[in-house]
């Protein structure tokens, strides 16, 4: 599950307490989710600036609640099992959901945020 209390940092940053508050609240409606892909988060959030957001996410990483791991988009647009420390880990081959090969060298890698220790 990912995490959910921020106020720690509200208390610290001010500024992105908005910012914080609305990724709180998409966190609890989207309780099924393990992993959050910014670009998701970005269309989800239209209303908070996407430099806000972006800071609040980066603020998330360098307190240790979150951290960042890179997944392959498939060719049908879904994310691929498997998560990677480093995009140079990622296999030249990898399975879709449906156990379909296909090559990474010219998929999408992006990187999403996981909870830290996790």
Known sequence: MLPTNFDFLTAERPDLGPALSRLREWIQNHKDWNVLDPRELARSLSDVDSYT??????????????????????????????????????????????????????????????????
């Open 53 to 118: 957001l972006a800071s609040a996410l980066s603020l998330l990483v360098k307190s240790g609640v979150l951290r960042q791991v890179y997944v392959v988009v498939t060719p049908s647009g879904s994310l691929a099992d498997g998560e990677y420390d480093d995009p140079r880990q990622i296999p030249e081959r990898i399975p879709d959901r449906f156990n379909h090969y296909f090559d990474t060298l010219e998929a999408e890698i992006i990187p999403v945020l996981r909870p830290a220790g996790k």
